[in-house]
């Protein structure tokens, strides 16, 4: 039973929240599952969402971490649900429950494999905090506590793990419209911001960015961004997250996931080069940065127009 478990995104979450009730109490493994009278696998394979989930298990974590009854019986109804909505669709497709746009920015870190599409904005996971908020005012996906911190520290955790050592079996394949990266968001230091560190990231061997030019490639007209994910453990199945016009959603039918693959590969094909593609992602960060001079009065102005 316990190896033919195909995890829902729900499910991974539920686990990933179970990880980060025992971080916050500072407890090992070991020292909580002494308290909560498990095993160290149990609790391993609990946090990782290899295996059902007993809502007893998470009221016993929930009472080990001295967490308010209401934070731990919330998880516990998350789990039901997920239970009732297995048994009714006979599928791990999460529904209702989970909110994909806040569930995705942890998945980044998980994912050993990541191929992304950016439609008509930076992807996601590599927008800057500023960025990032900035495109929630043109109707990108949010989410009620999606605020400047939580966001900068969900930033500088991705950050730090694809560029460490650690991180070099991560593969990170981007794919962004030409469109994409001439579009100003927030204002030009922030979109110019945000391309540069683009063009830092390209620099690592492990991840490859590249431009498509929809005006030379007119059959490739697409309108959707998406990102697929790949993750370590077996019973972890690919998954992959869509955005539309203020909404986000995951795909977790294996066969659509896999279209989906095929169709980034033929992506890929169509789009320039890495190299040609920094590129161009270099001068459009050039072009915002001289918008941003533009607008910006220099010191001697101003004090002349105080005068």
């Known amino acids: 039973m316990t190896r033919s478990f195909r995890p829902s995104m729900t499910e991974r979450s539920i686990g990933r929240t179970l990880r980060k009730w025992r971080d916050d109490a500072e407890m090992s493994l070991a020292q909580a599952c002494k308290k909560a009278g498990f095993s160290v696998a149990t609790l391993s394979m609990t946090e990782n969402a290899l295996k059902p989930f007993d809502p007893l298990d998470i009221m016993i974590l929930g009472r080990v971490y001295e967490l308010p009854n209401e934070t731990w019986k919330q998880l516990v109804r998350r789990a039901e649900f997920a239970v009732r909505e297995r048994a009714q669709i006979r599928s791990k497709q999460s529904t209702l429950d989970l909110n994909a746009p806040q569930d995705v920015d942890e998945s980044y870190l998980e994912a050993t494999t990541i191929c992304t599409f950016g439609a008509d904005l930076i992807p996601r996971l590599i927008q800057t905090p500023e960025y990032s908020i900035s495109a929630a005012g043109l109707g990108c996906p949010t989410y009620p506590y999606d605020d400047p911190a939580r966001k900068a520290e969900l930033y500088a955790d991705w950050i730090k793990g694809i560029a460490t050592s650690e ?129 910006s009065p220099s010191k001697k102005s101003r004090t002349h127009e105080s005068r």
């Open 167 to 295: 991180a070099s079996s991560m593969a990170v394949n981007i794919v962004v419209t030409k469109r994409a990266i001439q579009r100003l968001v927030g204002s030009p230091a922030i979109t110019n911001a945000a391309l540069i560190q683009l063009v830092h990231l390209s620099e690592l061997d492990h991840f490859t960015v590249q431009v498509l030019d929809d005006k030379t490639r007119p059959d490739v007209q697409l309108s959707t961004s998406y990102v697929h994910l790949a993750f370590p453990h077996a019973q972890h199945d690919d998954v992959v997250y869509v955005e539309t016009a203020g909404s986000g959603r995951y795909i977790e039918d294996l066969a659509a996931c896999e279209l989906v693959r095929q169709g980034f590969t033929a992506l890929q094909g169509c789009a320039l080069d890495p190299i040609k593609s920094v590129e161009e992602i270099a001068e459009a960060a050039s072009a915002f940065t001289s918008r941003s001079s533009r607008r």
